[in-house]
């Protein structure tokens, strides 16, 4: 079955770029599919953070556009997350899942989720 | 201020049955786009539990079931279990501001 594996440091210093990476096992990438990055700050509701299909186009989340840039490395099966300017407010557990139904659909699975805080 | 409205809370005995409404507008819920739901247990990543309103994925048991009418959706558990306790989010898309998933903030279910 298809399974992702969010990584990447913990622990970002304000006014630095957030990176992580989403490992698929299990599926291809290049096969199709969009794939979408979501986030919860501690005690809160989820956030749309943006989505990617496999060919490379990407769409979103307006709030956060101009810090957000979604990436797609087929030959590792994986994507990539980079959050630009951070701030405490960026604090949270980001999710990695595949986006099923089109680019208007659901997500289904997900992965377990990786911690990162913002902090000096 | 999530663009999809859901109670913060609902509560219930075991064995009885309850609801959890998700309330959008015309730009999104209204405007036809899907409505799916998750499932988030303390501590773990949330999993999908209904899609394309009324869908059950391979696995969840038949007393979670979804609808969707006009601008809202709801989510009915029956029988309800004390594994059923957790937060429950409702998610669909929404075509305004150059379009955007968009999540409920949530509502926590108490099993009594």
């Known amino acids: 079955q298809v399974q992702l594996q969010e990584s990447g440091p913990g622990l970002v210093k304000p006014s630095e770029t957030l990176s992580l990476t989403c490992a698929v096992s299990?599926?291809?990438?290049?096969?199709?599919?969009?794939w979408g990055w979501i986030r919860q700050p501690p005690g809160k509701g989820l956030e749309w953070i943006g989505s990617?299909?496999?060919?490379?186009?990407?769409y979103y989340n307006p709030s956060l556009k101009s810090r957000v840039t979604i990436s797609v490395d087929t030959s590792k099966n994986q994507f990539s997350l980079k959050l630009s300017s951070v701030t405490a407010a960026d604090t949270a557990v980001y999710y990695c899942?595949?986006?099923?139904?089109?680019?208007?659909?659901?997500?289904?699975?997900w992965g377990q989720g990786t911690l990162v805080t913002v902090s000096s | 201020q999530s663009v999809l409205t859901q109670p913060p809370s609902v509560s219930g005995a075991p064995g009885q049955r309850v609801t959890i409404s998700c309330t959008g507008s015309?730009?999104?819920?209204?405007?036809?786009?899907?409505v799916h739901w998750y499932q988030q247990l303390p501590g773990t990543a949330p999993k999908l539990l209904i899609y394309?309103?009324?869908n059950r994925p391979s696995g969840v048991p038949d007393r979670f079931s979804g609808s969707k009418s006009g601008t809202s959706a709801s989510l009915a558990i029956t029988g309800l279990q004390a594994e059923d306790e957790a937060d429950y989010y409702c998610?669909?898309?929404?075509?305004?501001?150059?379009?955007?998933?968009?999540f409920g903030g949530g509502t926590k279910l108490t099993v009594l």
């Open positions: 899942a595949r986006l099923s139904g089109s680019y208007v659909g659901w997500f289904d699975p």
């Open positions: 299990g599926y291809s990438i290049s096969s199709g599919y969009y």
């Open positions: 990617i299909y496999h060919s490379g186009s990407t």
């Open positions: 015309s730009s999104n819920i209204g405007a036809g786009y899907d």
């Open positions: 394309g309103n009324s």
């Open positions: 998610q669909s898309y929404d075509s305004s501001l150059s379009g955007s998933m968009v």
